[in-house]
């Protein structure tokens, strides 16, 4: 089993800045990729962004490429989402999950975090 929370969301300006943490226990954090996903009320749950095991390659929905960006502290069993120039349509629950699938489908990962509201004015 693999315990996730996330953390560091919240309420931004239009062009702000927010980033978002999740901190993993349980079984060995660099055997898994780590993805983001949001969903917003009334719409599904959308990949974001994730990151391999050792950080080496990371993808990007096309919606916050060259605004977000993915990292993470093996030895501190965290993974990070640096988000920049956020837009109101950036409003949603932000999750992060681990799995053992590079890729941006949700049923690859097996573990999920309860995830963090992030809310982005105009």
């Known amino acids: 089993q693999v315990q996730l929370v996330e953390s560091g969301g919240g309420l931004v300006q239009a062009g702000g800045s927010l980033i978002l943490s999740c901190a993993a226990s349980g079984r060995t954090f660099s055997n898994y990729v780590m993805g983001w996903f949001c969903q917003a009320p009334g719409k599904e749950r959308e990949f974001v962004a994730c990151?391999?095991?050792?950080?080496?390659?990371?993808l990007y929905a096309d919606p916050v490429k060259g605004r977000f960006t993915g990292s993470r502290d093996n030895a501190k069993n965290t993974t990070y989402q640096q988000m920049n120039s956020l837009k109101p349509e950036d409003t949603a629950v932000y999750y992060c999950a681990a799995g053992s699938r590079f890729g941006r489908l949700p049923y690859t990962y097996d573990y999920w975090g309860p995830g963090t509201q992030v809310t982005v004015s105009s």
């Open positions: 990151i391999s095991g050792t950080g080496g390659s990371l």
